[in-house]
């Protein structure tokens, strides 16, 4: 038994060994050398997606990161951590899409075996595009189909336009989110309505997209850490793949920090109430989490945050791993990602004129009046009685008929003055006595 127990605390020695390898080489070393790694690429589909991936790829390690687009000037301006990968020169000329999706479709489909090249030998593939222009809505959902082909896991990360860019612009990107979601095994939807939420109003422009991109490299970062460092209690790649198992399927996914004496009440509450998502993880029919922290993380902290997570979705299938990282001094991160999550922000795709269509029809439904039914004796049927009742009145006719009431009542009460007035002239009669009358 003695024997028995040392050689479990060589292992769990050795575990922590290898998560000091950053520590030995100093402070530009790479934590995640000598360590399996899952193979992820992510990649930038138009001029939107391409300025997202150029910007995290400053922030977060080991991925390979590339920009895709058919605008060869826009990959001229990008990061030159990130590869270019220009595609559709005979469509655009090397220009952009512009809104056309079906230029973007077009471009792509017919590089679909250049694509396939670039995909190849991917575990994971994350793509991120902003939707509403042409290249990111007609293309994603062609870079996405290749890698369903390949058997490649498959993340969508997708923003969604502002209102104010106006309904043409969010009917494109509504129509290709439509066609992506079956090709992708999980996606997240940010509307960029919901910057305002973790930037003040007065930001700049550029600072605020800044912003945002800085929060999604924070999640790919411990997303990253998630499936290719090994921990305490480890997840791997198997276990990501059972989590995203499906197609279509909407996901959540944050990465939080916290520190201080209630770090662990601090880090669920940031990593369970993201400001960018209009939808949380209820609902969720699979969760996979991952906590870590330094030598001095307790066990009492661990289980709040696992209960905190799970109680949200007591029947979901729950994944999680626990790991010890030097680097996370006195704090504890989180990082989250749940699948199959509920909507109530996203409807179906509806044409620039839809809305006015809609509001024709409301009013004509309106100013449409219905009769009551009559019974075999001639009378209408009451309210109540199982037949049809007069439907809401329009509110012009509500007016009218007011107004026509109004004069009623006016008519009605004059009459009832004058019969006032006689029968008082009468009552005078009556009350004169008779021996009075004719004097």
Same mark, same amino acid.
């Given at each position: 038994?003695?024997? %028995?127990? *040392?050689?479990?605390?060589?292992?769990?020695?050795?575990?922590?060994?290898?998560?000091?390898?950053?520590?030995?080489?100093?402070? =530009?070393? #790479?934590? $995640?050398?000598?360590?399996?790694?899952?193979?992820?690429?992510?990649?930038?589909?138009?001029g939107? =997606?391409?300025?997202?991936?150029?910007?995290?790829?400053?922030?977060?390690?080991?991925? #390979?990161?590339?920009?895709?687009?058919?605008?060869?000037?826009?990959?001229?301006?990008?990061?030159k951590?990130?590869?270019?990968?220009?595609?559709?020169?005979?469509?655009?000329?090397?220009?952009?899409?512009?809104?056309?999706? #079906?230029?973007?479709?077009?471009?792509?489909?017919?590089e679909?075996?250049?694509?396939?090249?670039?995909?190849?030998?991917?575990?994971?593939?994350?793509?991120?595009?902003?939707l509403?222009?042409?290249?990111?809505?007609?293309?994603?959902?062609?870079?996405?189909?290749?890698?369903?082909?390949?058997?490649?896991?498959?993340?969508?990360?997708?923003t969604?336009?502002?209102?104010?860019?106006?309904?043409?612009?969010?009917?494109?990107?509504?129509?290709?989110?439509?066609?992506?979601?079956?090709?992708?095994?999980? $996606?997240?939807?940010?509307?960029n309505?919901?910057?305002?939420?973790?930037?003040?109003?007065?930001t700049?422009? %550029?600072?605020?997209?800044?912003?945002?991109?800085?929060?999604?490299?924070?999640?790919?970062?411990?997303?990253?850490?998630?499936?290719?460092?090994?921990?305490?209690?480890n997840?791997?790649?198997?276990?990501?793949?059972?989590?995203?198992?499906g197609?279509?399927?909407?996901?959540?996914?944050?990465?939080?920090?916290?520190?201080?004496?209630?770090?662990?009440?601090e880090?669920?509450?940031?990593?369970?109430?993201?400001?960018? $998502?209009? $939808?949380?993880?209820e609902?969720?029919?699979?969760?996979?989490?991952?906590?870590? =922290?330094? *030598?001095?993380?307790?066990?009492?902290?661990?289980?709040?945050?696992?209960?905190?997570?799970?109680?949200?979705?007591?029947?979901?299938?729950?994944?999680?791993?626990?790991?010890?990282?030097?680097?996370? *001094?006195?704090?504890?991160?989180?990082?989250?990602?749940?699948?199959?999550?509920?909507?109530?922000?996203?409807?179906?795709?509806?044409?620039?004129?839809?809305?006015n269509?809609?509001?024709?029809?409301?009013f004509?439904?309106?100013?449409?009046?219905?009769?009551?039914?009559?019974?075999?004796?001639?009378?209408?049927?009451?309210?109540?009685?199982?037949?049809?009742?007069?439907?809401?009145?329009?509110?012009?006719?509500?007016?009218?008929?007011?107004?026509?009431?109004?004069?009623?009542?006016?008519?009605v009460?004059?009459?009832?003055?004058?019969?006032?007035?006689?029968?008082?002239?009468?009552?005078?009669?009556? #009350?004169i006595?008779?021996?009075? %009358?004719?004097?």
């Open positions: 038994m003695a024997s %028995r127990s *040392k050689s479990q605390k060589q292992r769990i020695r050795g575990a922590h060994a290898s998560l000091r390898i950053d520590d030995r080489k100093g402070g =530009g070393g #790479d934590s $995640y050398e000598n360590v399996h790694r899952t193979k992820i690429r992510v990649i930038g589909i138009g939107g =997606g391409g300025n997202i991936v150029s910007e995290v790829s400053g922030r977060v390690l080991r991925f #390979d990161f590339i920009g895709a687009n058919t605008d060869t000037q826009a990959l001229r301006e990008l990061s951590k990130i590869r270019a990968f220009p595609f559709g020169q005979e469509f655009t000329q090397g220009l952009g899409c512009g809104m056309d999706a #079906d230029t973007g479709e077009r471009a792509a489909k017919a679909k075996e250049r694509i396939k090249k670039l995909l190849e030998g991917s575990d994971v593939c994350i793509l991120i595009a902003t509403g222009g042409g290249t990111g809505s007609g293309a994603t959902a062609v870079f996405a189909e290749v890698a369903q082909e390949l058997r490649i896991l498959t993340i969508g990360i997708f969604m336009p502002f209102r104010f860019e106006g309904e043409r612009r969010t009917h494109v990107a509504e129509t290709a989110l439509a066609k992506i979601k079956p090709f992708v095994n999980a $996606y997240v939807v940010i509307p309505e919901y910057i305002f939420r973790v930037v003040d109003q007065k700049p422009l %550029r600072g605020a997209f800044s912003s945002v991109n800085k929060r999604l490299a924070e999640t790919l970062g411990g997303f990253m850490e998630t499936i290719a460092l090994p921990g305490l209690i997840i791997d790649f198997a276990d990501l793949r059972s989590t995203l198992e197609r279509g399927r909407l996901a959540y996914i944050q990465s939080a920090e916290a520190k201080g004496a209630t770090k662990a009440q880090v669920v509450q940031a990593v369970l109430g993201n400001p960018l $998502y209009g $939808y949380g993880i609902g969720t029919d699979r969760i996979l989490f991952n906590i870590t =922290g330094d *030598k001095g993380l307790k066990m009492r902290e661990v289980a709040l945050i696992s209960s905190s997570i799970s109680s949200n979705n007591p029947k979901a299938r729950v994944v999680f791993g626990v790991a010890c990282n030097s680097k996370v *001094k006195d704090s504890v991160r989180v990082t989250l990602l749940a699948v199959g999550c509920e909507s109530h922000e996203e409807k179906k795709p509806e044409g620039p004129k839809s809305e269509k809609k509001r024709k029809t409301v004509l439904k309106k100013k449409k009046r219905s009769l009551p039914r009559l019974t075999n004796e001639g009378q209408a049927e009451e309210k109540g009685s199982g037949g049809l009742q007069e439907p809401e009145k329009d509110s012009s006719v509500e007016l009218l008929e007011a107004e026509r009431k109004r004069r009623n009542a006016m008519e009460k004059k009459a009832v003055d004058e019969e006032m007035k006689e029968l008082e002239e009468k009552e005078r009669q009556w #009350d006595p008779s021996f009075m %009358r004719n004097k």
